[in-house]
């Protein structure tokens, strides 16, 4: 398995625009998407008003007038000083997650082989940033990845890429079962590996399953003694018992 990182501007952007205008990467892009908003209103349509601007979609002239106004407006957006500081943030951010993976790649993935029991797939999966400020983390499809988050704790990106990995090795499961295990897997054992200090639940995580993950826990430290380890079915046997873990 490897990963390749990848610098894509206008899902830079469009990630960025469709944030709430408290959650911004710099102080003068609030200034940039007011002016969008004044003057180029066409843009939001595509991020989700449409509501407000349905009348585009009376014929479609009207639809393929929208694109071609949209397109200039990105024409226009590309040549800002805000749209080429968050491109260049972004590429530096670049720069220090291919470094951290550099470093812990390879060590992530055998912790990671050890605690599922199985041997990671020879595949390359391309992991799409967006500028560090913003919180973004998702598997997307089966090789595809969207990453971009402040570093909140010592080797924060790489514990969360190995999530994200294994939720396509999963099969974009996110059941409740799933994401628990999976944030059992690697938000604390192997998080805790990777650094060589931590506790479990040191970390927020996601607040609706850290009940779940608690009643799994015991589970969990049995299924780490095994000498013989799969986590598919320790996942699937947990689904067998779910009317008793989720109380």
């Not at 200034?31 to 449409?50: A, H, Q, V």
Request: with cysteine; proline share 4%.
């Amino acid at each position: 398995m490897r990963l390749k990182f990848k610098i894509n501007p206008d899902y830079i952007f469009l990630h960025a625009i469709n944030q709430s205008q408290s959650n911004i990467p710099f102080k003068e892009w609030k200034n940039l998407t007011n002016k969008i908003w004044e003057d180029s209103k066409e843009i939001f349509y595509f991020l989700g008003g449409y509501e407000e601007y349905g009348l585009y979609l009376k014929k479609s002239s009207d639809l393929n007038k929208l694109a071609k106004n949209t397109i200039k407006t990105l024409n226009r957006i590309r040549k800002t000083r805000e749209f080429k500081r968050l491109i260049k943030e972004t590429e530096q951010y670049k720069q220090f997650i291919e470094k951290q993976w550099a470093k812990n790649g390879k060590k992530a993935f055998k912790i990671l082989e050890e605690l599922s029991g199985i041997k990671l797939p020879d595949i390359t999966i391309q992991v799409y940033l967006t500028h560090p400020k913003l919180k973004n983390g998702m598997a997307v499809d089966n090789q595809t990845i969207v990453w971009g988050h402040p570093e909140d704790w010592p080797n924060y990106s790489t514990v969360y890429l190995c999530h994200e990995i294994m939720h396509i090795l999963t099969n974009l499961d996110h059941s409740d079962i799933t994401h628990a295990v999976i944030e059992l897997m690697i938000d604390n054992e192997l998080r805790i590996r990777l650094n060589n200090k931590g506790k479990y639940f040191q970390y927020p995580g996601h607040k609706h399953l850290r009940k779940l993950e608690k009643n799994i826990l015991p589970e969990w430290k049995k299924y780490l003694k095994k000498p013989e380890k799969n986590i598919f079915n320790f996942i699937k046997d947990l689904k067998k018992k779910k009317a008793t873990l989720i109380k």
